[in-house]
């Protein structure tokens, strides 16, 4: 008799920093070439000609190392984290543990000889890339006969999890360009079980929607705060489902919450660049401190999207304008000198930048799916294998996941916005007042004269708290500084109800981000607490809750969340 397919697991419980870990969205600056994974395997060759003698000791290693394999003397184990090898028949069976063992040989063999060779930073950078993507490929994980799991799941279902893993292998070839799903679409509809609070757009340009969202308290504090997203993502990351929607949070805290939601640019709108949003911004501000009476407001931005707010704040500085009181900037990385020992960073060079400039200039636009491809190479064990063995060998479906879905739903950057971040590489205008004008507007941070909150996850690889820490340094002293315990996107879902939620407070007054960590105050739970209390002291009085959204001068049109978040 056969057996039927089990269901799909529901997602463990590391599922949401895993994928928070390695969310595209907040990191719209850098798109490698394929000719970089080209120039990558050549300066592999390159080492092997000029590093005779390491090649040679390698390949000794390897011998060597392989003989205590099979000997079955090897002590060699996954790293931690690694659960790619999770499954207990990699160490009951001797010949998967064989196996197994004999791959990771492999690997320390080739990352040693990487390591050890005399090739320049960019080259050996290059050629690490190119040989962990190959080490990831040949995971004796990714094959069926090879999957203990996988092979399992076969015999258990007569076969049936190889027909469905090779059903949505040529779905995913046919609608996904060949890259296993990372969630199932079909789970998930915005405006219904996402991005569902309450609220309206007040206010609509071409290039921003503006959403007020309806008081769930009695009374309010009368300044309001506005939020501003990254460009490449949509904005409803601060608004998945109500649980850990950041949006209900600050409204059920008394806070009045608006947030910009960006439109989704086509070949036509290429000429738009950080000034043409810097402009639609102050439209949208002059709206919100018309509604709600306030003469400023507070403004918050999470990377690109601090990008934005920073360069807002300091055009309004340049003009003498206090519209913006205080600012609050999140995994946001304001001095890109300090991106050069990320793992992207160490790879942008004037002609990795001139190209990808290139190539958005002939499209007008950058694409979100084509970025998110080639980040997903980037991290291929949990952007692609991880998927692959779901999807194809155990025959599942991908996770259904709200943050992965959000994560899927990309947007796309006009050809001369991607320009401007790409340029900052080089001109670091938030450190060199004056390298950049915007609207007539010099941009010198030092004269932003606002409350400044900056926030920072400790795991976070896209933009390194290092490197947060140094933009927390850009807005001055009266800079509140939290390094949260996770990663890129879940320093920002870090709501109250999670249980492993923690982070470190304390002055930016020490010299380096070293210092800081060893004398901050670390503090359970989560930062949004401390981060309500400072809210509510830089908020202006206490008021009555609106009694509609919206106001004479900008009234509430389409209901939340609005028109431009579905734009495809």
Request: charged share 20%; hydrophobic share 40%; with cysteine.
């Amino acid at each position: 008799m056969i057996k039927r397919k089990r269901p799909a697991p529901a997602p463990d419980d590391d599922t949401p920093e895993r994928a928070s870990r390695h969310t595209l969205a907040l990191n719209p600056l850098i798109n490698l070439r394929p000719e970089d994974f080209v120039q990558g395997a050549k300066a592999i060759l390159k080492a092997v000609a000029a590093n005779p003698a390491i090649a040679g000791r390698q390949a000794g290693r390897f011998a060597g190392d392989l003989r205590k394999v099979i000997g079955g003397k090897s002590d060699k184990a996954p790293a931690s984290g690694d659960k790619r090898f999770a499954d207990k028949t990699w160490t009951a069976s001797p010949l998967h543990r064989r196996l197994m063992q004999g791959y990771f040989a492999m690997g320390d063999a080739v990352g040693g000889f990487v390591e050890q060779t005399s090739l320049s930073d960019l080259d050996k950078s290059r050629a690490q890339l190119v040989t962990t993507m190959l080490i990831d490929a040949v995971a004796p994980t990714n094959g069926l006969l090879t999957n203990p799991a996988a092979l399992r799941q076969a015999l258990d279902t007569g076969g049936v999890s190889v027909w469905e893993g090779a059903k949505n292998f040529a779905r995913d070839l046919a609608k996904n360009r060949g890259l296993p799903s990372q969630v199932d679409l079909t789970a998930f509809k915005v405006g219904e079980n996402l991005a569902n609070t309450p609220g309206a757009v007040v206010f609509k340009n071409q290039l921003i929607e503006v959403i007020q969202y309806g008081s769930l308290s009695e009374t309010v504090k009368q300044r309001p705060l506005v939020i501003v997203p990254p460009q490449i993502n949509k904005y409803y990351a601060v608004d998945l489902s109500p649980d850990k929607s950041m949006v209900r949070y600050l409204l059920s805290s008394g806070i009045q919450t608006f947030c910009v939601s960006w439109r989704n640019p086509t070949a036509a709108e290429r000429d738009w660049g950080l000034d043409t949003y810097v402009a639609a911004l102050d439209e949208a501000i002059d709206a919100v401190c018309e509604i709600t009476g306030s003469p400023d407001v507070t403004l918050m931005g999470s990377c690109s999207g601090g990008i934005t707010a920073a360069s807002y704040a300091a055009t309004l500085a340049a003009r003498r304008q206090a519209k913006v009181k205080n600012i609050v900037l999140a995994v946001c990385v304001l001095n890109y000198q300090t991106m050069g020992d990320s793992t992207l960073g160490v790879l942008i060079t004037p002609q990795t930048v001139a190209a990808a400039k290139k190539a958005s200039s002939l499209r007008g636009v950058l694409d979100g799916h084509d970025l998110a491809r080639m980040f997903a190479w980037m991290r291929p064990n949990d952007l692609i294998w991880n998927y692959w063995v779901n999807n194809y060998l155990m025959g599942n479906k991908p996770p259904a996941f709200d943050i992965l879905y959000w994560n899927a739903d990309t947007t796309r950057l006009p050809a001369r916005l991607h320009a401007d971040y790409l340029d900052f590489y080089f001109s670091n205008p938030f450190v060199n007042a004056g390298a950049l004008t915007l609207n007539g507007a010099a941009v010198d941070m030092g004269k932003v004269e606002a409350d400044s909150y900056v926030v920072a996850g400790v795991t976070d690889h896209i933009t390194p708290w290092k490197s947060v820490f140094q933009t927390a340094k850009i807005l001055g002293e009266k800079t509140t500084f939290i390094l949260s315990n996770s990663g890129h996107l879940q320093s920002l879902l870090n709501p109250p109800t999670n249980p492993k939620a923690s982070f470190s407070t304390g002055t930016i007054a020490h010299k380096d981000a070293d210092q800081f960590l060893a004398d901050a105050e670390r503090r359970g739970g989560s930062w949004w607490l401390h981060w309500r209390e400072w809210l509510e002291t830089r908020s202006r009085e206490t008021v009555a809750a609106p009694s509609r959204l919206g106001s004479d001068a900008h009234p509430a049109t389409t209901p939340a969340p609005g028109t431009y978040v579905y734009e495809k």
